[in-house]
Protein backbone atom coordinates (compact mmCIF):
# COMPACT_ATOMS: atom_id res chain seq x y z
CA UNK A 1 0.00 0.00 0.00
CA UNK A 2 0.99 3.91 -0.56
CA UNK A 3 0.47 7.50 -0.87
CA UNK A 4 -0.55 8.08 -4.69
CA UNK A 5 0.21 11.53 -5.82
CA UNK A 6 -1.51 12.33 -9.62
CA UNK A 7 -0.77 15.21 -12.00
CA UNK A 8 -0.73 16.29 -15.56
CA UNK A 9 2.90 16.09 -15.80
CA UNK A 10 6.04 17.22 -13.64
CA UNK A 11 4.18 20.09 -11.34
CA UNK A 12 3.61 17.68 -9.27
CA UNK A 13 6.59 16.36 -8.15
CA UNK A 14 6.87 19.87 -6.33
CA UNK A 15 3.89 18.34 -4.02
CA UNK A 16 5.60 14.60 -4.15
CA UNK A 17 8.79 16.13 -2.59
CA UNK A 18 6.95 17.83 0.22
CA UNK A 19 5.22 15.12 0.75
CA UNK A 20 8.44 12.79 0.69
CA UNK A 21 10.02 15.18 3.17
CA UNK A 22 7.01 14.70 5.87
CA UNK A 23 6.54 10.93 6.07
CA UNK A 24 10.18 9.40 4.69
CA UNK A 25 9.48 6.38 5.23
CA UNK A 26 5.84 6.17 3.82
CA UNK A 27 5.77 3.98 0.32
CA UNK A 28 4.96 6.86 -2.75
CA UNK A 29 3.65 5.99 -6.33
CA UNK A 30 3.48 9.06 -8.13
CA UNK A 31 2.02 9.34 -11.77
CA UNK A 32 2.25 12.17 -14.37
CA UNK A 33 -0.34 12.25 -17.11
CA UNK A 34 2.42 13.32 -19.54
CA UNK A 35 0.26 11.92 -22.60
CA UNK A 36 -2.17 14.27 -21.75
CA UNK A 37 -0.42 17.41 -20.37
CA UNK A 38 -1.55 19.84 -19.89
CA UNK A 39 -5.09 20.01 -18.13
CA UNK A 40 -5.12 23.78 -18.37
CA UNK A 41 -6.76 24.26 -21.76
CA UNK A 42 -9.17 21.28 -21.82
CA UNK A 43 -12.99 20.38 -21.74
CA UNK A 44 -14.05 20.01 -17.82
CA UNK A 45 -15.38 16.41 -18.89
CA UNK A 46 -12.21 15.72 -19.89
CA UNK A 47 -10.20 16.65 -17.01
CA UNK A 48 -12.77 14.40 -15.55
CA UNK A 49 -12.36 11.75 -17.47
CA UNK A 50 -8.42 11.76 -17.50
CA UNK A 51 -8.00 12.71 -13.66
CA UNK A 52 -10.59 9.41 -13.42
CA UNK A 53 -8.28 7.42 -15.10
CA UNK A 54 -4.97 8.22 -13.48
CA UNK A 55 -6.60 7.72 -10.13
CA UNK A 56 -7.66 4.28 -11.06
CA UNK A 57 -4.14 3.53 -12.47
CA UNK A 58 -2.99 4.40 -9.05
CA UNK A 59 -5.45 2.43 -7.11
CA UNK A 60 -4.12 -0.21 -9.10
CA UNK A 61 -1.07 0.20 -8.07
CA UNK A 62 -1.34 -0.18 -4.64
CA UNK A 63 -2.23 3.32 -3.53
CA UNK A 64 -4.84 3.77 -0.14
CA UNK A 65 -4.89 7.72 -0.84
CA UNK A 66 -4.38 9.93 -3.57
CA UNK A 67 -3.40 13.18 -3.80
CA UNK A 68 -4.59 15.47 -6.63
CA UNK A 69 -1.20 17.50 -7.01
CA UNK A 70 -2.93 19.71 -9.80
CA UNK A 71 -5.13 22.32 -9.25
CA UNK A 72 -6.58 22.39 -12.46
CA UNK A 73 -7.64 18.54 -11.48
CA UNK A 74 -8.47 19.65 -8.35
CA UNK A 75 -10.93 22.48 -9.23
CA UNK A 76 -12.84 20.49 -11.82
CA UNK A 77 -12.82 16.70 -11.01
CA UNK A 78 -12.46 16.23 -7.37
CA UNK A 79 -15.89 16.71 -6.08
CA UNK A 80 -17.49 14.08 -8.91
CA UNK A 81 -15.09 12.08 -8.25
CA UNK A 82 -15.47 11.68 -4.43
CA UNK A 83 -19.52 12.16 -4.82
CA UNK A 84 -19.90 9.64 -7.67
CA UNK A 85 -17.14 7.46 -8.37
CA UNK A 86 -14.98 7.02 -4.64
CA UNK A 87 -17.71 4.90 -3.15
CA UNK A 88 -17.97 2.33 -6.20
CA UNK A 89 -14.52 2.11 -6.25
CA UNK A 90 -14.03 1.01 -2.40
CA UNK A 91 -16.55 -1.56 -2.82
CA UNK A 92 -14.50 -2.81 -6.37
CA UNK A 93 -11.12 -2.75 -4.17
CA UNK A 94 -12.66 -3.96 -0.71
CA UNK A 95 -10.34 -1.54 0.85
CA UNK A 96 -10.70 1.92 1.95
CA UNK A 97 -9.55 4.10 -0.43
CA UNK A 98 -10.05 8.27 -1.01
CA UNK A 99 -9.09 11.08 -3.57
CA UNK A 100 -7.96 14.89 -2.01
CA UNK A 101 -7.14 17.71 -3.54
CA UNK A 102 -4.48 20.57 -3.24
CA UNK A 103 -7.13 23.36 -3.33
CA UNK A 104 -8.74 23.23 0.43
CA UNK A 105 -5.44 23.05 2.21
CA UNK A 106 -4.24 26.10 0.08
CA UNK A 107 -7.11 28.51 0.72
CA UNK A 108 -6.72 27.36 4.92
CA UNK A 109 -3.03 28.23 4.62
CA UNK A 110 -4.08 31.57 2.57
CA UNK A 111 -7.29 32.83 5.15
CA UNK A 112 -5.73 31.14 8.31
CA UNK A 113 -8.99 29.51 8.99
CA UNK A 114 -10.13 25.95 8.83
CA UNK A 115 -12.17 24.71 5.26
CA UNK A 116 -15.73 24.22 8.00
CA UNK A 117 -15.59 27.68 8.17
CA UNK A 118 -17.83 29.83 6.18
CA UNK A 119 -18.41 33.46 7.34
CA UNK A 120 -22.10 34.65 7.24
CA UNK A 121 -22.15 38.18 9.19
CA UNK A 122 -22.73 40.05 6.41
CA UNK A 123 -25.66 42.63 6.41
CA UNK A 124 -27.24 43.55 2.83
CA UNK A 125 -26.15 46.76 1.45
CA UNK A 126 -23.16 46.57 3.51
CA UNK A 127 -19.77 46.88 2.60
CA UNK A 128 -16.53 46.58 4.08
CA UNK A 129 -13.75 47.42 2.22
CA UNK A 130 -10.67 44.91 1.63
CA UNK A 131 -7.55 45.55 3.25
CA UNK A 132 -5.81 42.35 1.63
CA UNK A 133 -5.70 41.50 -1.50
CA UNK A 134 -4.53 37.70 -2.51
CA UNK A 135 -3.55 36.94 -6.87
CA UNK A 136 -3.78 33.69 -7.99
CA UNK A 137 -2.03 32.51 -10.92
CA UNK A 138 -3.28 29.51 -12.23
CA UNK A 139 -3.98 27.95 -15.47
CA UNK A 140 -7.51 28.55 -17.63
CA UNK A 141 -9.42 26.16 -15.96
CA UNK A 142 -8.90 27.05 -12.79
CA UNK A 143 -9.51 30.80 -13.52
CA UNK A 144 -12.20 29.81 -15.24
CA UNK A 145 -13.86 27.84 -12.01
CA UNK A 146 -13.21 30.88 -9.68
CA UNK A 147 -12.79 28.16 -6.93
CA UNK A 148 -10.42 30.57 -5.05
CA UNK A 149 -12.81 33.89 -5.01
CA UNK A 150 -15.55 31.63 -4.65
CA UNK A 151 -14.37 29.79 -1.34
CA UNK A 152 -11.95 32.76 -0.10
CA UNK A 153 -14.68 35.34 -0.10
CA UNK A 154 -17.15 32.97 1.85
CA UNK A 155 -14.31 32.87 4.71
CA UNK A 156 -12.81 36.30 4.68
CA UNK A 157 -14.63 39.32 3.52
CA UNK A 158 -11.43 41.24 4.12
CA UNK A 159 -9.49 39.44 1.46
CA UNK A 160 -10.10 40.61 -2.23
CA UNK A 161 -9.33 37.81 -4.86
CA UNK A 162 -7.87 38.80 -8.12
CA UNK A 163 -6.61 35.83 -10.77
CA UNK A 164 -3.99 35.92 -13.57
CA UNK A 165 -4.74 32.94 -15.57
CA UNK A 166 -1.57 31.91 -17.11
CA UNK A 167 -2.12 30.06 -20.65
CA UNK A 168 0.70 28.13 -22.01
CA UNK A 169 3.12 28.40 -18.95
CA UNK A 170 2.39 25.25 -16.97
CA UNK A 171 3.34 23.86 -20.90
CA UNK A 172 7.14 25.52 -21.30
CA UNK A 173 7.68 24.10 -18.11
CA UNK A 174 6.86 20.70 -18.61
CA UNK A 175 8.88 21.00 -22.00
CA UNK A 176 12.10 22.17 -19.93
CA UNK A 177 11.98 25.71 -21.49
CA UNK A 178 15.52 27.45 -20.71
CA UNK A 179 14.61 29.96 -17.35
CA UNK A 180 15.12 33.27 -19.80
CA UNK A 181 12.11 32.43 -21.07
CA UNK A 182 10.17 31.42 -18.28
CA UNK A 183 11.50 34.71 -16.82
CA UNK A 184 9.51 36.57 -19.92
CA UNK A 185 6.65 34.75 -19.67
CA UNK A 186 6.64 35.42 -15.78
CA UNK A 187 7.34 38.58 -15.41
CA UNK A 188 4.68 39.39 -18.36
CA UNK A 189 1.82 37.87 -16.22
CA UNK A 190 3.09 39.87 -12.69
CA UNK A 191 2.63 43.03 -14.48
CA UNK A 192 -0.42 42.20 -16.29
CA UNK A 193 -1.92 41.30 -12.56
CA UNK A 194 -0.42 44.61 -11.14
CA UNK A 195 -1.88 46.79 -14.34
CA UNK A 196 -5.32 44.99 -13.72
CA UNK A 197 -5.84 45.28 -9.55
CA UNK A 198 -3.78 49.02 -9.55
CA UNK A 199 -0.98 47.84 -7.20
CA UNK A 200 1.00 44.44 -6.51
CA UNK A 201 -0.83 41.92 -3.95
CA UNK A 202 -0.35 41.38 -0.57
CA UNK A 203 -0.30 37.58 -0.79
CA UNK A 204 0.55 35.24 -3.96
CA UNK A 205 -0.89 31.82 -4.59
CA UNK A 206 1.17 30.23 -6.81
CA UNK A 207 -2.18 28.30 -8.24
CA UNK A 208 -0.40 25.48 -10.46
CA UNK A 209 2.18 23.19 -8.98
CA UNK A 210 4.16 23.34 -11.97
CA UNK A 211 4.92 27.29 -11.24
CA UNK A 212 6.63 26.03 -7.80
CA UNK A 213 9.09 24.98 -10.16
CA UNK A 214 10.09 28.38 -10.85
CA UNK A 215 8.73 29.89 -7.88
CA UNK A 216 11.81 31.66 -7.83
CA UNK A 217 10.95 33.66 -10.78
CA UNK A 218 7.88 34.45 -9.33
CA UNK A 219 9.88 35.70 -5.75
CA UNK A 220 11.63 37.80 -8.28
CA UNK A 221 8.98 39.16 -10.22
CA UNK A 222 7.20 40.71 -7.43
CA UNK A 223 8.21 43.09 -4.92
CA UNK A 224 10.10 42.11 -1.54
CA UNK A 225 7.67 41.65 1.38
CA UNK A 226 4.51 39.90 -1.01
CA UNK A 227 4.11 36.72 0.46
CA UNK A 228 4.13 33.73 -1.60
CA UNK A 229 1.98 30.78 -0.30
CA UNK A 230 3.76 27.37 -0.37
CA UNK A 231 1.24 24.71 -1.86
CA UNK A 232 3.09 22.22 -1.30
CA UNK A 233 3.90 22.89 2.52
CA UNK A 234 -0.14 23.51 2.94
CA UNK A 235 -0.87 19.93 1.25
CA UNK A 236 1.80 17.86 3.82
CA UNK A 237 0.16 19.92 6.82
CA UNK A 238 -3.28 18.90 5.40
CA UNK A 239 -2.32 15.22 5.05
CA UNK A 240 -0.67 15.27 8.18
CA UNK A 241 -3.75 16.14 10.05
CA UNK A 242 -5.92 13.84 7.38
CA UNK A 243 -3.96 10.70 8.46
CA UNK A 244 -4.53 11.44 12.10
CA UNK A 245 -8.26 11.20 11.58
CA UNK A 246 -7.63 8.69 9.28
CA UNK A 247 -5.99 5.21 10.54
CA UNK A 248 -8.30 2.90 8.45
CA UNK A 249 -5.58 4.19 5.28
CA UNK A 250 -2.76 1.27 5.08
CA UNK A 251 0.16 3.78 3.41
CA UNK A 252 3.17 1.41 3.43
CA UNK A 253 6.87 1.53 5.40
CA UNK A 254 9.29 0.63 3.23
CA UNK A 255 10.33 3.69 1.18
CA UNK A 256 9.16 2.73 -1.94
CA UNK A 257 9.35 5.72 -4.37
CA UNK A 258 7.96 5.02 -8.03
CA UNK A 259 7.31 7.20 -10.99
CA UNK A 260 5.30 6.59 -13.80
CA UNK A 261 4.32 8.51 -16.70
CA UNK A 262 1.73 8.12 -19.40
CA UNK A 263 3.92 9.93 -21.72
CA UNK A 264 7.50 9.25 -23.02
CA UNK A 265 9.47 7.19 -20.06
CA UNK A 266 12.80 7.88 -19.23
CA UNK A 267 14.74 11.07 -17.32
CA UNK A 268 13.05 14.17 -17.18
CA UNK A 269 13.99 17.47 -18.01
CA UNK A 270 17.26 19.15 -16.97
CA UNK A 271 14.99 21.66 -15.37
CA UNK A 272 13.01 19.02 -13.60
CA UNK A 273 16.42 17.31 -12.40
CA UNK A 274 17.70 21.08 -11.02
CA UNK A 275 14.67 21.68 -9.20
CA UNK A 276 14.18 17.80 -7.88
CA UNK A 277 17.79 17.98 -7.41
CA UNK A 278 18.97 14.97 -9.10
CA UNK A 279 18.54 13.34 -12.33
CA UNK A 280 14.47 11.01 -11.82
CA UNK A 281 13.50 8.31 -14.49
CA UNK A 282 9.95 7.64 -15.29
CA UNK A 283 8.54 4.23 -16.30
CA UNK A 284 5.39 3.94 -18.74
CA UNK A 285 2.33 3.58 -16.67
Not at 7 to 16: Q, R
Not at 17 to 46: K, N
Not at 51 to 72: D, H, I, K, P, Q
Request: aromatic share 8%; charged share 25%; with cysteine.
Amino acid sequence: MAIGVFDSGVGGLTVHRELVARFPTRDFIYLGDQGHAPYGGRGGEDIVELTRAGCERLFEAGASVVVLACNTASAIALRRLQQTWIPAMREKLGRPVNVLGIIVPTIEAATGLPWSYEHNGRLEGQKKEAIDITGVFCTAATAMSRVYEIEIDKRREDLAVFTEACPGLAGLIELGAPAEELKVVVDDHVDALRRRIGRHPDKAILGCTHYEIVADLFAAALPAGVQVISQPAAVADSLERYFARHPEYELGNSARRDFLTTGTPGPQSDLVARFWGAPLTFVAA
